[in-house]
């Protein structure tokens, strides 16, 4: 833990007026085993506690339950934030926004560093990238393209449904026609289980047998939005709807993946692959504050989700790992285990070796909500920190004069509370201390927005005043001056505390199966 803490509070690079942040590099190793299929299945807004292993109504994912049996699990993955194009540039590129550059979705940029595709595409792969969601991202490095977003064709292909299935059937088609020889890396990005909430029938009609009575429609993204307007309450009866039309969507979801790794089997590509399956976020079905959607929330409903990989041969099989990792560390594991290795800079880690060693090792998963929140997820607890104490450019709280809200400090510790629904901000001083520390350690110790802007940015402001840090011109542009290292000895006690004052010995221990906790609702 002292390597570890150190590691954290050193790691340091040099900054550039344009371009984006220029860092050392944080090279990986190539290697001449290369697998002849890779494959990133990114799945949108896929909440956690709704998927097979944790919810204990429904059976909505069988076909990721088997594959989950083939696969190495990171079944707590935490996302960088709740919004498409920030969290899948920070999967794809293996670094926080503040470093690839997107920090909303209104950008509808791809990052500027290198990502996945282009890494593939230079060591010799065929790229195809398919895409029903933030399609930007195919449009680099991708050989074959292949996109159903409604923006970019809204008369083209109907429902997200139908814009998913056609994605799936065009893909198979395109797997079986190339040849088995050839090395292919696929990007296969899927819109549902989005908004608008529409029942797939099949499914819904098993998870709902029953009419509902109420006033609900999931499908009325006006209503959403005037209900959490409104604040309005939300029955037992009317959170059954919502939970089951969300679920049938998932499991329909679930139902063309398993077509699609059926067409990689029958194609000869199963055995001999490396397969990623993520979401880019979770969310909010009214956990919190009658909140129906991801853009506002940064609670485990909409940060926390389950990642798992497949590579024969390469990782072990079947094994599950609690141990909380950042989507920053999906990339360059993927890069490691296919042995095109890695060469610019990167704030994830390979975790390659740690899950061959039985063992992931503990270490804090930051996050933000615009530039104004941000917080850390360690040892089973969650910090939020929001200087403005409430957020009102998210849906749909942008359309009227109210804000989403939030304290100006929260604590969760979800080994006890998963729902997050007992804030400890009050009750636990010194963990709150550790927390917050870790937080503005990291605002503080690296570019948050801008050289420039860094020097007056509330966000690093608050959090110098907390650190104990003089304000100063020549000390103000993040990682490229000393408040880091200003810092340091209260930030190593700081987390040291935090691993005293636990009243368990330190984080859960990631070795061997792990039993999925069953989700807690509001």
């Known amino acids: 833990m002292l390597t570890l803490t150190l590691s954290l509070l050193l790691s340091c690079g040099s900054t550039a007026d344009t371009g984006g942040p220029k860092r050392d590099p944080r090279p990986i190793a190539a290697t001449d085993d290369h697998p002849k299929t890779v494959v990133v299945i990114v799945v949108d807004t896929l909440a956690r506690r709704f998927m097979s292993p944790w919810n204990q109504d429904w059976d909505t994912t069988p076909e990721l339950a088997d594959f989950f049996d083939d696969a190495t699990v990171l079944a707590d993955t935490q996302s960088v ?45 065929t790229t195809l990238g398919y895409a029903s969601n933030t399609c930007q991202f195919i449009d680099r490095g991708i050989d074959e393209r292949m996109c159903t977003w409604s923006w970019e064709d809204p008369d083209g292909y109907g429902s997200q449904i139908e814009r998913d299935q056609a994605l799936i059937t065009a893909l198979d ?34 998870f709902h047998p029953d009419a509902y009575k109420g006033d609900l429609n999931p499908s009325d993204p006006q209503q959403l ?47 001999d692959s490396v397969i990623l399956f993520t979401a880019d976020h979770g969310e909010e079905l009214g956990e919190h504050y009658s909140y129906f959607f991801h853009g506002c929330s940064a609670y485990q409903q909409t940060m926390q989700v389950a990642s798992a990989i497949h590579a024969p041969g390469r990782l072990p099989v079947g094994q599950w790992f609690d141990t909380t990792i950042s989507s920053t560390d999906l990339a360059p594991t993927i890069a490691d285990l296919a042995g095109i290795g890695w060469e610019g800079y990167r704030d994830g880690e390979t975790l ?117 840090i003089t304000h100063d011109d020549n000390t103000s542009k993040g990682c490229a001056t000393a408040p ?31 039993q999925p906790r069953s989700s807690m609702r509001a």
């Open 173 to 206: 088609d395109s797997i079986v026609q190339h040849p088995s020889d050839e090395k292919l890396f696929v990007w296969l990005h899927l819109i549902n289980p989005h908004d608008p909430f529409n029942d797939v029938a099949k499914w819904y009609e098993q």
């Open 225 to 271: 939005d005037t209900w959490i307007l409104e604040e309005h309450e939300i029955t037992e009866e009317d959170q059954r709807q919502l939970d089951a039309v969300y679920a049938s969507q998932v499991r329909e979801t679930d139902r063309q993946l398993g077509e699609f790794f059926d067409t990689l089997k029958k194609a000869g590509r199963w055995d």
């Open 81 to 125: 934030r709740g919004l498409t194009s920030v969290a899948v540039s920070s999967i794809v590129s293996g670094v926080y926004p503040r470093f690839h550059g997107v920090r909303n979705n209104r950008d509808w940029g791809s990052p500027w560093n290198p990502i996945l595709s282009e890494m593939f595409q230079d060591a010799g792969y």
């Open 484 to 514: 880091l290292r200003t810092a340091l000895w209260p930030t190593l006690f700081a987390m040291l505390g935090l691993l005293w004052t636990r009243s368990r010995p330190g984080p859960p221990n990631a070795s061997g199966p792990a």
């Open 352 to 468: 390659v070796d740690e899950i061959n060693a039985g063992e992931i090792q503990p270490r804090p998963a930051y996050f933000e909500r615009a530039l104004s929140t941000a917080g850390v997820v360690y040892d089973d607890h969650r910090y939020i920190l929001d200087i403005n104490e409430g957020f009102d450019e998210c849906k749909p709280y942008d359309l009227s004069n109210m804000s989403f809200p939030s304290n100006f400090e929260e604590l969760f510790d979800d080994s006890i509370d998963p729902g997050e629904q007992i804030d400890l901000s009050e009750d636990d001083p010194d963990t709150l201390a550790a927390m917050r520390t870790l937080t503005c350690q990291w605002i503080t110790s690296d570019v948050w927005y801008s050289e420039e802007a860094d020097l007056t940015h509330p966000m690093v402001t608050t959090c110098k005043d907390m650190l104990g």
